[in-house]
Nanobody, 123 residues
Framework: QVQLVESGGGLVQAGGSLRLSCAAS????????MAWFRQAPGKEREFVAA????????NYADSVKGRFTISRDNAENTAYLQMNSLKPEDTAVYYC????????????????WGQGTQVTVSS
């Protein structure tokens, strides 16, 4: 089992920045790939970014490329999502996810999920 706990969400004005953290515990060998998804009210959960264990393999949704950066610290078993130039449309609950095999963008490919952290961007 893997436990994931997100933190760092909050309220920010458009153009601002936030950094989300996802701390993993338990069988961290199952966190080869770590990813961030988000879900806005009334919308389906969507892929945001993913990173493999080495940190050299990353994937981003087109909507966040150039603004968001995913990273990880394996010594701390923590993944991060640095979000810059935030827009009101980035408002959502952000979820951390993990899987024991290479990167994927589909939410149903991930077996471990955190509880989510709210990000609200005001205009």
């Amino acid at each position: 089992q893997v436990q994931l706990v997100e933190s760092g969400g909050g309220l920010v004005q458009a153009g601002g920045s936030l950094r989300l953290s996802c701390a993993a515990s338990g069988r961290t060998s199952f966190t080869y790939s770590m990813a961030w998804f988000r879900q806005a009210p009334g919308k389906e959960r969507e892929f945001v970014a993913a990173i493999n264990r080495s940190g050299f393999g990353t994937n981003y949704a087109d909507s966040v490329k150039g603004r968001f950066t995913i990273s990880r610290d394996n010594a701390e078993n923590t993944a991060y999502l640095q979000m810059n130039s935030l827009k009101p449309e980035d408002t959502a609950v952000y979820y951390c996810a993990a899987r024991g095999i290479p990167l994927a963008t589909a939410s149903n490919a991930y077996g471990y999920w955190g509880q989510g952290t709210q990000v609200t961007v005001s205009s």
